[in-house]
């Protein structure tokens, strides 16, 4: 609870306690912060001044005023260049350098806030902060008022990781525009800044690409979805969706502005059975198959064997990468059951003419040509662990998630690492220890969240080739919009400290007490919680 001062109030350090009393309560946690004496009242005359950078920083500022707007009912204008007295200062500039890219400094005092950084990134989290600091007076009671007081503060904060990601499969289910971008405001909010759309499987396609039409003519739409794993009949409704390239763009642009990079997942050559569905060539046996109603894992794959397979990939990569920006194109690899493979002559012919050992050679071939490929556009390939198999394409970034042990391998042999191990981030498991609500069965409590380190068990040397963590939230029992925010909330809170904050000083109960103010602002903004995130 955040004490009321004077506005006359002295600046006068009161440390963070160990308990955590008198402090502001912020997720992540800062690097440093003091609380000070005192209070900034926010006034429909405040001005949100924007120094160096104007032009860079304009997006910002216009950002921290519908922040404002929202919390406090004010329209701040936003003026380029002035005084910082009586106003919220947003400052870019190279004499900040020692921040780094995305570090801050804020610092809140009676009659001004200033947010300093080296780049606009900096001051978008420093505002990321600006909006936890705001707080309702007489927070939680039924006669609360909109929130116009930010406490004196004084914070220096950067990141610990480069990669803090979260994922969504959007093709087990679909979610619609105007959801994704709601769910990238939740991962800006909490600033992580990758945004990992997971888009293709065997269950749907849901990317336009323009030169293949049938993948969301045909592969976009299924014709029943299986319900619970313990409801093996499912029902029998035409389910489907896919983003146009005019969407993704926007929800690029979007991200973008929030500076999260979004990166796109299409699954090769396995969990591809939607787009055999449209194009059953691309197969061992030529089908036919249809958008595959089950869950789990088909054995219908793409033919590495089969040369049209690599020029479908190239082809549908060049539309990926034309929309999407993102240095990394995430390219699946994941359970790729053998079996076509064994029976199939183009792969067996592959096999021979390379001099594979087996399809495990086979599958590391079609890699190290997809990340050819990907390479030759400036693009770099990543994929899940099971990549490693067979050997690692020369430039691959690995995403360990059968635990970190892939990972670990990869770092060690001097590759680029993100993990996310499923038994700690996998937020489609259930929250409650009851395994109520949507999900699938494993339980993951939000402590086990916050205990999540993604460098366990490297060395120094070895951790630095790890560019961070991310958490997965896959869809299969998992249909609303609604459950999406019950699953993420509020263990996105623990990967946001996980990936942002020092690993020194965590203390579980510090950490438990300052959630329920980030539940009360999930709450303003009519955004779902599991409630029994306690047990
Ligand atoms: C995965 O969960 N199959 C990457």
Redesign the pocket.
């Known amino acids: 609870m955040i004490a009321r001062f004077g506005l006359a109030g002295v600046f006068l350090a009161l440390p963070l306690t160990a308990t955590g009393e008198d402090t502001v309560s912020l997720v992540p946690k800062p690097v440093q912060c003091q609380r000070l004496e005192g209070a900034f009242s926010v006034s429909p005359e405040t001005r949100i001044i924007v120094g160096d950078n104007a032009d860079t920083l304009l997006p910002v500022a216009r950002h921290l005023a519908q922040a404002i707007k929202e919390q406090t009912g004010y329209a701040l204008t936003v003026q380029p260049g002035g005084e910082s007295q009586g106003g919220v200062l947003l400052s870019c500039a190279a004499a900040d350098a020692a921040l780094g890219d995305e570090g801050y400094a804020l610092a809140v005092g009676p009659n001004s806030v200033v947010i300093r950084a080296a780049r606009p990134a900096g001051v978008f989290y420093g505002v990321q902060t600006l909006r936890q600091l705001l707080v309702r007076e007489e927070a939680g009671s039924a006669a609360a008022k909109p929130a116009r007081t930010i406490p004196c503060v004084q914070i220096e904060d950067r990141p610990r990781f480069a990669w803090r990601g979260m994922h969504l499969d959007v093709a087990r289910h679909f979610f619609d525009k105007q959801f994704v971008k709601r769910y990238i405001d939740h991962i800006s909010a909490c600033k992580l800044n990758i945004f990992h759309l997971y888009l293709t499987d065997d269950q749907g396609w849901r990317i336009q690409i323009r030169r293949y039409p049938r993948l969301t003519e045909i592969g976009a739409w299924r014709s029943g979805t299986q319900k619970h794993y313990s409801d093996g009949r499912g029902d029998l409704a035409r389910y489907g969706g896919y983003f146009t390239q005019d969407d993704l763009r926007e929800i690029v642009a979007y991200a973008h502005e929030r500076f999260v990079t979004v990166v796109p997942g299409i699954s090769m050559p396995g969990h591809s059975q939607a787009a055999l569905a449209a194009y059953p060539e691309l197969s061992s046996t030529g089908g036919p198959f249809e958008v595959w109603t089950d869950w789990g894992i088909s054995k219908e794959v793409m033919d590495p064997g089969k040369e049209e397979v690599f020029e479908f990939v190239e082809n549908v990569l060049s539309e990926v990468i034309d929309v999407f920006p993102s240095r990394w194109i995430h390219t699946g690899g ?2 790729v059951p053998r079996d076509r493979w064994k029976a199939s002559p183009y792969a067996q012919a592959r096999i021979r003419q390379e001099g594979l050992k087996d399809e495990d050679g086979l599958q590391s071939y079609f890699t190290k040509r997809v990340e050819r490929f990907l390479n030759s556009k400036g693009r770099a390939l990543i994929g ?1 662990d099971e990549i490693l198999e067979g050997g690692l394409a020369p430039n691959a970034v690995v995403m360990s ?1 059968r635990g970190t042990k892939g990972g670990i391998e990869a770092a060690r042999a001097g590759h680029h690492v993100v993990m996310t191990p ?1 038994q700690e981030t996998y937020f489609n498991y259930m929250q409650h220890k009851d395994r109520r609500g949507p999900g699938h069965a494993a339980h993951l409590p939000l402590l086990a969240v916050y205990h999540f380190d993604p460098t366990r068990g490297l060395s120094p040397e070895e951790a630095k080739y790890v560019l961070g963590g991310q958490a ?1 939230l ?1 869809t299969e029992y998992v249909p609303a919009p609604a459950d999406v925010e019950y699953l993420l909330f509020p263990r996105l809170l623990a990967m946001a400290e996980v990936l942002w904050s020092p690993l020194e000083g965590r203390s579980d109960s510090e950490f438990v007490r300052r959630v329920p103010a980030q539940l009360e602002k999930l709450k303003e903004t009519g955004t779902g919680y599991c409630p029994d995130w306690r047990e």
């Open positions: 994941d359970e899940w998630w499923n997965c896959w």
